[in-house]
């Protein structure tokens, strides 16, 4: 065999992997739909079946229609005021998005903070700690007093509720950096915050969000809890409401409805995280804690 010809066999010869490593190209449209499908089937099918269940329970008249309604009554308590409920969802989504993004914001200065000064970490990590373990139920009439029947002091707490998850998963992932990584960094010459940004900030990111994922479904307590204490519109405000009339259908919509305002900002962190960090593991196919 000639040289030419070892040449023109190497060049036209795929291009040589490690053993034992297979190359894989990003997913397309269809594997990605199939792989949600395969993740949302089963809470999905689980949802189907408490939902049969209720049904039944109705259905068969085992409990009383005034303490458990039925399926068709919740569903009909919507669609017989559509605009009451848009409404009401509305203003709670206001609060509830404006105290995540306060607590968001606040938590991950505070973290910061808190990692490159241990003074400050010894001083604010009890007084959060103290301030997380609190009833904010017990302390949402203080914050009406001091700020009236408006917006604020709903949004305190949701702050509050949403704060304490976010701080600690920031503090948690800039203290998981690999000591060796600091250390190379220093050695080659990286400023403080050249270091922060190129390798503390990313490597935060996984616990950063998985604290958001929390407090995005705190910030919707807290923005009804505040509703609970003072408001009149919101979706607290149509729970007692309800709850003082006796309407278990209103009740139970209402209910539903700030579930599923929890679990649609849920999913929107998700989708942020799915692609502001698809190198984590988290975000490969074959994760099991992902909705994607």
Known sequence: ?????????????????????????RPGVAERLAGFVDQAWRPVALLAV????WWAVTAAELVEPYLVP??????RAITERPEYFLDNTLVTTYETVLGFVIAAAVGVLAAVVMVYSSTIEKTLYPLLL????IPKIAIAPLFVVWLGFGLE??????????????????VTGLKSIDPEMLELSATMGASPAQT???IRFPASLPHLFSGLKIAATMAVTGAVVGEFVGANEGLGFVILQANGNLDTPVLFAGLMVMS???VALFVLVEVAEHFLLPWHASRR??????TF
């Not at 039925?70 to 569903?75: F, H, K, R």
């Not at 002091?153 to 920031?170: G, H, R």
């Not at 196919?285 to 992902?290: I, P």
């Open 50 to 53: 408490l939902f049969a269940a």
């Open 1 to 25: 065999m000639t040289a030419r010809s070892t040449i023109d066999d190497a060049e036209g010869a795929p291009s040589p992997t490690v053993s034992g490593v297979s190359e894989r190209g």
């Open 70 to 75: 039925s399926p068709g009554d919740t569903l």
């Open 260 to 262: 599923l305002l929890g």
């Open 196 to 198: 922060f940004w190129k």
């Open 285 to 290: 196919s074959n994760a099991s804690a992902t």
């Open 130 to 133: 103290f301030a997380q373990v």
């Open 153 to 170: 002091p709903k949004v305190v707490v949701a702050v509050l509720m949403a704060f304490f998850p976010v701080v600690i998963s920031m």
